[in-house]
Each structure stands twice: as C-alpha cells, then as structure tokens.
C-alpha cells in the first residue's frame, strides 16, 4: 500500500504562483517501479483531467496538458518519494482539486485525497 499526500493548494490572484507537493509513504519502492506519477486536477462536475506527470515507457516521458504548456513544472525527488508541480502564471481557469497520482509496474493505482486551488481576483 501507498498513501499519497498532497500540499500547497491555497487561494491565488491571477498571474500568481503555486508549488504542489505530493509525499509518498508505505510501500515506498513504487515510487521507484513505477508506469506513471503526476498530477490531476478536477473541477466539480467535470471528469478529472490529466496535468502532468512523468511515464516510464518507451525511455521516460514527460507528459502536459496542452492548457498548461510552459506555466506548470512538475518535478520529482525520488529520494524523499516526493513529486512537486511548479505553477506559474496561474489563471482562474486553473481552479480546481488538484491530485496526486501514481501507477505502478504491477498496475495498482494510488491517490492522494487532493488540494485545492482557488485562482481569483
């Protein structure tokens, strides 16, 4: 088992930033034997939404959504079982829960309960 808790989230002004963290605790070495780690967010009412992550397959990709293309950063240190999303230029649009996601080699699926981002004026 792995748990999965995410910080950071908080209310915002247009144009602001925010860094996401995600710490990985329990079984641990899924954070090295991993198919997939990174981010969704969801918006009440709507589908959850892939942002960013990091995919092992075919040599490592580095996945994002096209919405958020050279504003978001995401990063990991797998050391401390830790993954980050930098947000940069955040727009009101970008309101959401925001949530960690890690899939591992074995196919089992882990979430964090998510944070939540409020971007207004």
């Known amino acids: 088992q792995v748990q999965l808790v995410e910080s950071g989230g908080g209310p915002v002004q247009p144009g602001e930033s925010l860094k996401l963290t995600c710490v990985g605790s329990g079984n641990t070495f899924s954070f090295k034997l991993y198919n997939f780690m990174g981010w969704y967010r969801q918006i009440p009412g709507r589908e959850r939404e892939l942002v960013a992550g990091?995919?092992?397959?075919?040599?490592?990709?580095?996945y994002y959504a096209d919405s958020v293309k050279n504003r978001f950063t995401v990063s990991r240190d797998g050391a401390r079982n830790t993954i980050f999303l930098q947000m940069n230029g955040l727009k009101s649009e970008d309101s959401a829960i925001y949530f960690c996601n890690l899939v591992t080699t074995n196919k089992a699926e882990y979430w964090g309960r998510g944070t939540q981002v409020t971007v207004s004026s």
């Open positions: 990091f995919y092992t397959a075919n040599g490592g990709t580095t």
